[in-house]
Nanobody, 124 residues
């Protein structure tokens, strides 16, 4: 497994932007697919975006398509989630997850390494 640390969350107003980072330690991100998930209070964890280790396959949830962009810098062992035009319904704890040999999984069950999460709060 790889250790993951998310950062970049915060309190913003609707329409603002945030960039989340997911940094890996313990081993290289090479060969790992990475996904972002979020969980709002009282709701199940839901898929947000995923990227293959080469960055050639990317998937987004319909709710964030056109507003969020996932990217990665394998030299820095970091995956990013750029979030634009944020809405109050984007408020949640955001988690990154990683798994080896995963192209770009949309199910949380394919990932075996998870970060501790970072809170994103969007006020109206």
């Amino acid at each position: 497994q790889v250790q993951l640390v998310e950062s970049g969350g915060g309190l913003v107003q609707a329409g603002d932007s945030l960039r989340l980072s997911c940094a890996a330690s313990g081993r290289s991100f090479i060969g790992y697919g990475v996904g972002w998930f979020r969980q709002a209070p009282g709701k199940e964890r839901e898929f947000v975006a995923a990227i293959s280790w080469r960055g050639d396959r990317i998937y987004y949830a319909d709710s964030v398509k056109g507003r969020f962009t996932i990217s990665r810098d394998n030299a820095k062992n970091t995956v990013y989630l750029q979030m634009n035009s944020l809405k109050p319904e984007d408020t949640a704890v955001y988690y990154c997850a990683a798994a080896p040999r995963v192209v770009a999984g949309t199910s949380p069950h394919v990932y075996d390494s998870w970060g501790q999460g970072t809170q994103v709060t969007v006020s109206s």
